[in-house]
């Protein structure tokens, strides 16, 4: 089963887009027993979400332990929902493909996020398996995010965003229909800009809850044509709902109010489009 399906069938048996992120913080995980912690927030949410997504930079600062933590956190995962690496790798294309084995092969990720900087070679390498699906880093949703991205470039099309460049590259590059890109949230004028420019791609869009991304709007700018394509991603504000021992039921309530919230609008748009 491909990436995209596998994200298909957990979207059509939880009735959700939302993914959440696994970033565990030693200073704010209640207890301190980050496996305990982030084991029983799988267990409480794993019936509302489409896919997981840890980000390796909060496994990887534990040295040693921190590997451990996130096998046992993947294993924690059921089968049937995608685990989504949220790395942003990107090199050359021998260490890409070193890269790609790891996060693949090793680890076991259905997908991963890719940093485009270094061109299309460095990208092949994640893309060349048409299972696993390859999220291009497009527009963040961080507020520096316009530093780069929205420098005026030469593109094909003619003078573009450099985000939009990136875009219609990551289109061309999707001639396995693996690749989708990262956008955020906090800037849904730009995101329903990439919703024309790639209308059946995959979007990871990031920045809802603790960057307050508004979430109507970016679902409403996110969807496809079939009120679908886009994994909400939500993490802090999820993870540490509560710092008590109620934090697992606290994740669970937040995790609901998004997934409902975003199927709210989906069932809007499907209202509002023509038979």
């Known amino acids: 089963m491909s990436f995209r399906e596998k994200f298909a069938e ?8 939302l993914c959440i992120g696994l970033d565990p913080d030693a200073e704010r995980i209640a207890g301190g027993d980050a496996a305990a912690f982030l084991t029983a927030i799988i267990e409480t949410t794993s019936d509302l979400v489409c896919a997981y ?14 590997y451990k933590l996130l096998r046992t956190v993947l294993n924690a995962i059921p089968e049937h929902i995608p685990l989504l690496a ?3 790798r990107g090199d050359v294309g021998h260490t890409a493909q070193a890269y790609a084995n790891a996060i693949y092969d090793e680890w076991g990720f259905d997908a991963v996020t890719v940093n485009p900087y270094l061109g299309g070679d460095s990208v ?19 507020p520096g995010a316009r530093d780069l991205q929205d420098l005026t470039v030469d593109a094909p099309s003619g003078r573009a965003p450099l985000y939009e460049a990136v875009a219609r590259l990551a289109k ?3 001639t396995r229909d693996n690749v989708g890109l990262v956008a955020g949230a906090t800037y849904p004028a730009e995101l329903a800009h990439l919703r024309e420019i790639c209308p059946e791609m995959l979007f ?6 603790a960057q307050a991304g508004d979430l109507t709007s970016a679902v409403r700018a996110g969807l496809d044509a079939d009120a679908g394509g886009i994994l909400v991603n939500a993490s802090r504000s999820v993870l540490y709902a509560s710092q008590g021992t109620d934090f697992a039921e606290a994740a669970r309530a937040e995790a609901l109010a998004i997934r409902d919230a975003i199927e709210r609008e989906r069932g ?3 209202a509002q489009s023509p038979t």
């Open 86 to 88: 949220d790395a942003k």
């Open 172 to 174: 061309a590059w999707n």
């Open 53 to 66: 997504k840890p980000n390796l930079a909060f496994y990887e600062q534990r040295g040693e332990a921190g």
């Open 10 to 17: 957990a979207s059509q048996r939880n009735g959700s887009l």
């Open 268 to 270: 809007a748009v499907r």
């Open 124 to 142: 092949e390498p994640f893309v060349a398996r048409p299972d696993k699906g390859v999220f291009i880093v497009c527009r963040t949703s961080n």
């Open 204 to 209: 990871l869009v990031p920045g809802v809850g």
